[in-house]
Every structure is written in C-alpha cells, then in structure tokens.
C-alpha cells in the first residue's frame, strides 16, 4: 500500500523558515505529480503547491506565492517544500500526496493522507 512519509516540520517564529521533505514506501514518485497540502485545525484540507513529473513547478496557493518553493529530486524520490516567511497562518499539519489542479485549487489525486508533519509558527 502506498504510504507517504513527510517529515521537517517544527516550531519556527514569524518570518522564519522550513524545509519539509516528502518520500513514499514502496513507491517511485518521479512519475506522478506529486503536491503538499495542509490542515489546519477545524479546518479542510487545502492544495498548497504541486509540481510535475519532469520537475516544472504547475501550482501555488496564492496565500502561497513568492514565499513557498517546491521542488524535486527523482533520483531521491523525494519531493520538497522550502517555506520562508512564514505566517501563523500557515500553521498546520502538512501532507504530500498525489495532486490534481483545477481551476481554482489543488486537489487529493491518489493516495490517502499520511501522519503528516506539523508545522507551527509562534511567536
């Protein structure tokens, strides 16, 4: 079964920064579009940021842009998740899974959610 592993995140204050990294068992990533979603508390699952199999980068929330970069390295099979400036807003436990773009918004395209990694922006 496929199972997505996420790890990096922490407790970082305003303006701060982290890199989460993203991985599958039994799985190759390099294939699939993979994409990083958050939850945060009492709320639904939201698209944060997608990229394509061949490393293009195709999606960004735009509470996201300019201060988030996703990235990729097949040869790993990991997916990545820079995040500088961060908000309190962005707190939230982060998943990576398969992702589907419409026009408005990231979606779950395979894949069932993970542990996840948490991240926290305090001050």
């Known amino acids: 079964q496929l199972q997505f592993v996420e790890s990096g995140g922490g407790l970082v204050q305003p303006g701060g920064s982290l890199r989460l990294s993203c991985t599958a068992s039994g799985f190759t990533l390099s294939s699939y579009t993979i994409g990083w979603f958050r939850q945060a508390p009492g709320k639904e699952h939201e698209g944060v940021s997608c990229i394509g199999s061949g490393g293009g980068v195709i999606y960004y929330a735009d509470s996201v842009k300019g201060r988030f970069t996703i990235s990729r390295d097949n040869a790993k099979n990991t997916v990545y998740l820079q995040m500088n400036s961060l908000k309190p807003e962005d707190t939230a436990v982060y998943y990576c899974?398969?992702?589907?773009?419409?026009?408005?918004?990231?979606?779950?395209?395979?894949?069932?959610w993970g542990q996840g990694t948490q991240v926290t922006v305090s001050p």
């Open positions: 899974a398969g992702c589907v773009v419409t026009t408005t918004q990231a979606i779950l395209g395979f894949g069932s």
